[in-house]
């Protein structure tokens, strides 16, 4: 009886799955994101498994001392929270994320569900106690998955992030023209939210106006779904369709030509192609490695890591101690009854982090090819755009809102800049504003679903902006999102310069 109450602690410690699974995943896509190390991390994961398992070991013992029918009910209902645990952490691994209606269905029925068994289990042992023993059985055998489990964790957690090479400083090469380049991608901008349906009452005067003095690309056909695959993608000038990574960060990709694993080259990329031109490159961005996987080819690099587990996004982080990261998860948990959105906090933080080293990156004027990943209007909502200030809360048209006011700041400082008249703008978006995701979530609200219809538009944004233009041109034609790349390549080889080049480009392609 003993050995078995304390596997069924050590199997429900390990129900704690949903938030270690990522370390474990063959692609290693967590690590690529989050980096070396993770020791406070996965300590702070040990502490809770421990916890869990004392605290189920203990509750079973305590119930053991309980009269014969309370017994079966305690018995019933912990095995029903089990089997809700596994249920819950495997559905949106089998099945995807579970649309909002038949989630809280499925929560109300579960309540229901707990206490018809526990009537039953008191009333009608016979009915309840086999498949109580079978879920109970399933728990203490899941306690032998800690074999594979836990040495993994401890090898995670032991891994030093290897020596990287070290960014050169930004230099000026000798002949070079002193034109700059500053591309300033807003993550998750729909084109169709921005410019073509915005939701009454939503004001959006700087990408108006940017709009009105450049070449916009209406049509768009997106690179993909994901920023992992897209951003990467345009890099290259070559479509990726599965990524990769070693334990040490390395970018492995496949794309739809090769049926193989290939290495991401950082020469192959616009970054390369701007050092062999002669051009100092610069990155600030957010959610991918940047500083890993093009540190040979830029001069200035900071990207903001973002939280890839529910640990992070609930405020862990590798900074905080075992102790302090061990508490993240109670505090989800509170959190999580409270109907908190903690996950905002941290991507408020995230805002103000790009946002700070995005204005040191703009005044560098030594940089000359500038690559800007912002982190809005991506959700979750961190802005109130009545009151225009950061805070959790609100939907995808605050987020909009706040991309503009950003919009409307960097453009200031870009033009007060000595190099103001030799300065070509960039603003993109990796994706559209992705509805079949954000559909599915808690936080979704009446506003969005009016806003979207409940239709995926799937354009991303592309402005370009060369010095001097104040006329602006639309591009209705239906082209590719790689074309970006094409586009930057010329800029960066010296072939396109201003707008008319940017229309003789067009031209040669039939637009």
């Known amino acids: ?115 018809q068994l526990g009537l039953l289990a008191y009333f009608i042992p016979r009915i309840t106690q086999p498949a109580v023993r079978a879920v109970r059985l399933c728990v203490a055998a899941s306690a032998f998955s800690g074999l594979w489990i836990v040495p993994r964790l401890i090898h995670l957690a032991l891994i030093r992030q290897p020596s990287v090479a070290a ?34 009452g939503v004001s959006l005067p700087n990408f108006d106006r940017l709009r009105n003095e450049s070449f916009s690309f209406s049509s768009l056909e997106p690179a993909g779904f994901s920023t992992d695959l897209v951003i990467p993608s345009l890099f290259l000038g070559r479509r990726i369709d599965q990524i990769r990574s070693t334990v040490h960060e390395d970018l492995w990709y496949k794309d739809g030509s090769q049926n193989r694993w290939l290495i991401y080259d950082p020469n192959a990329t616009l970054f390369g192609l701007a050092q062999r031109n002669g051009w100092s490159s610069g990155i600030d961005g957010w959610w991918i490695p940047y500083c890993h996987i093009l540190a040979s080819v830029l001069d200035v690099c900071s990207s903001e890591p973002s939280p890839t587990s529910t640990m992070e996004a609930y405020g862990a982080s590798e900074d905080k101690s075992v102790l302090a990261n061990a508490a993240v998860l109670p505090n989800a948990l509170i959190a999580k009854l409270a109907h908190r959105p903690l996950h905002a906090d941290v991507h408020i933080q995230e805002y103000r982090n790009v946002m700070a080293r995005t204005h040191v990156l703009i005044e560098n004027g030594q940089v000359r090819f500038v690559f800007l990943h ?21 939907t995808y048209l605050d987020n909009l809102v706040l991309a503009d006011n950003t919009l409307g700041e960097l453009l200031q400082e870009i033009n007060a800049m000595p190099s103001a008249s030799q300065t070509t703008v960039i603003v993109s978006s990796d994706h559209s504003w992705r509805i079949p995701i954000w559909r599915s979530m808690e936080d979704w609200s009446g506003e969005e679903e009016r806003a979207s219809g409940g239709h995926f538009d799937e354009r991303p944004v592309l402005l370009i902006h060369f010095p001097g233009q104040t006329s602006g041109r639309d591009v209705p034609s239906a082209l590719p999102e790689l074309l970006e790349h094409d586009i930057i390549a010329d800029m960066l080889l010296g072939k396109m310069n201003n707008s008319e080049d940017l229309a003789a480009f067009l031209a040669q392609r039939g637009h």
């Open 1 to 115: 009886m003993r050995i078995r109450i304390v596997l069924e602690g050590v199997g429900a410690a390990f129900l704690l799955y949903p938030y270690f699974l990522p370390l474990l995943l063959a692609s290693n896509l967590y690590l690529y994101h989050h980096g070396l190390p993770v020791t406070t991390l996965v300590g702070g994961l040990f502490v809770d498994m421990l916890g869990v398992a004392l605290f189920v070991a203990g509750f079973l013992i305590g119930v053991h001392y309980l009269p014969t029918a309370i017994q079966r009910v305690f018995y019933t209902l912990y095995a029903c929270f089990m089997l809700f645990l596994i249920v819950f952490g495997l559905a949106p691994v089998l099945v995807g994320p579970v649309p909002i209606p038949l989630h809280h269905l499925w929560r109300q029925a579960c309540v229901l569900i707990f206490l």
């Open 167 to 200: 960014l050169h400083q930004s230099r000026s090469t000798p002949g070079s023209s002193n034109r700059r380049i500053i591309w300033i991608l807003f993550d998750e901008n729909s084109y169709h939210q921005t410019f073509e349906h915005p939701l009454a």
């Open 374 to 394: 912002l982190p809005v209007p991506h959700p979750p909502a961190i802005y109130d755009r009545q009151r225009h200030m950061l805070r959790t809360g609100g």
